[in-house]
Structures are given as structure tokens and as C-alpha cells.
């Protein structure tokens, strides 16, 4: 239980373009999800906190014009990239807390996105 | 902000014992996690502390003392396969889990 997917897995776009991942909660439901960002040989980053019916929660330093986060539903949330750059090559990772255990903190983390822009 | 530390890189040798320290300082304290990463993986949850003490699950041990904001990970009998990136996380008061740097234990045959 508890899988979270992401897709694509891996995706290239020229510069200036746009570009949409997709994370799913296959067998629970989260009411909040988290994006994440990861350079090469560094930590996590947390971009952001998705929240299901509402706006998405931006941290410090993240331009939400630029980064768009939906979260229509119990078990999808996406991050859009707009206008790419490739500085914002890097590896997205989103995760999900199940919304049915309360006072469990446990993030279940998708399998990453690979963003390429060239 | 969150302050998390730990080594950046330790190597061992196949069978033996490895001890990836961590200390913190946060905004508050719900909780620790150790996730392991291989790379160009996602994080795989490894462990939870969220009271002092030492939580043994299989190969994989983790110890927490909130007083001395500090945690460990032992991993014993390593395997090649526990070549990695081991991630300390804490959960402040924001409850948005907070990383440290990442540890690479890199296992020698």
C-alpha cells in the first residue's frame, strides 16, 4: 500500500515551453502533497504544499507564476512549469501524506521526475 | 529556520557497522525520519523516531535523544546494496518535514 506514482518519469523541453508532472496517489487519499526539488548530490528542497480545494502554499523563494500547482483532487496534484528555463533543469519529487491516518506524519515519496531544459 | 547536520560522505566495508550521526536544531519537534535514496531514485522511509530511544527494525537501527537534538542510524551487516544516500528529516512545528544534506555510505567489497 501507500504508492505514490509520478509521471513522466523523465521529460526534455526546449526553453521557453511548458511542462505539466502528474502525482497520483494510487491507494490512498492525500489531502495535502509536497513538491520538492533536488540538484545533483543535494538534499531535498521543498518547493511547496499542495493543498486539495485551495491554494497551494509556496515556501520562500519560489515564484508561484512560474511553478503552478493544482490539486483537484483527493489523489492528484500537478506541478506546472512554466516558461522553462534551464535552470530549472533539476529532479522533481513529490510526496503525499494519507489523509485517512490522522496523527501520522509519514510522507510517501513518488518516484521523481527527470527535467531536462534545453 | 531548520538546522539539520550530518556527515557528508562515510565508507565501510562489506559485513561491517556504520553509524550516520544527525543533529538538529528546529522550530519545534514532531518527530524524525531517516529515509534512504539511491541515486536518481525517490526517498524510501527507513525509520521514525518520535521519543528517546533506540528503534530496531531488522539490519537498521535508529536512536533519538530530543534533549541533545541528535539521532543516529546504524546500519549492520551492510550489504553492496546499501550503497546510498541516507536523508535525516525533521517534522517542526510547521509539520513540513525539514532535510538534512544527505549522507552517501558507499559499501566496499
Known amino acids: 500500500g501507500a504508492v505514490v506514482s509520478q509521471h513522466p518519469s523523465w521529460v526534455i523541453c526546449k526553453s521557453g515551453t511548458s511542462v505539466k508532472i502528474e502525482c497520483r496517489s494510487l491507494d490512498f487519499q492525500a489531502t495535502t502533497m509536497f513538491w520538492y526539488r533536488q540538484f545533483p548530490k543535494q538534499s531535498l528542497m521543498l518547493m511547496a504544499t499542495s493543498n486539495e480545494g485551495s491554494k497551494a502554499t509556496y515556501e520562500q523563494g519560489v515564484e508561484k507564476d512560474k511553478f503552478l500547482i493544482n490539486h483537484a483532487s483527493l489523489t492528484l496534484s500537478t506541478l506546472t512549469v512554466t516558461s522553462a528555463h534551464p535552470e530549472d533543469s533539476s529532479f522533481y519529487i513529490c510526496?503525499?501524506?494519507?489523509?485517512?491516518?490522522?496523527?501520522?506524519?509519514?510522507?510517501?515519496f513518488g518516484p521523481g521526475t527527470r527535467l531536462t531544459v534545453t | 529556520g531548520q538546522n539539520i547536520d550530518q556527515p557528508t560522505e562515510m565508507t565501510a566495508t562489506e559485513g561491517a557497522i556504520v553509524q550516520i550521526n544527525c543533529t538538529y536544531q528546529t522550530s519545534g519537534f514532531n518527530g524524525l525520519f531517516w529515509y534512504q535514496q539511491h541515486a536518481g531514485e525517490a526517498p524510501t522511509f527507513l525509520s521514525y523516531n518520535v521519543l528517546d530511544g533506540l528503534e530496531e527494525k531488522g539490519r537498521f537501527s535508529s536512536f533519538l535523544s530530543r534533549s541533545k537534538g541528535y539521532s543516529y542510524l546504524l546500519l549492520k551487516e551492510l550489504q553492496m546494496k546499501d550503497s546510498a544516500s541516507y536523508l535525516c528529516a525533521v517534522l517542526p512545528n510547521d509539520y513540513k518535514l525539514s532535510f538534512g544534506a544527505g549522507t552517501t555510505v558507499t559499501v566496499r567489497a
Open positions: 510526496s503525499a501524506r494519507d489523509s485517512q491516518r490522522e496523527g501520522i506524519y509519514e510522507q510517501y
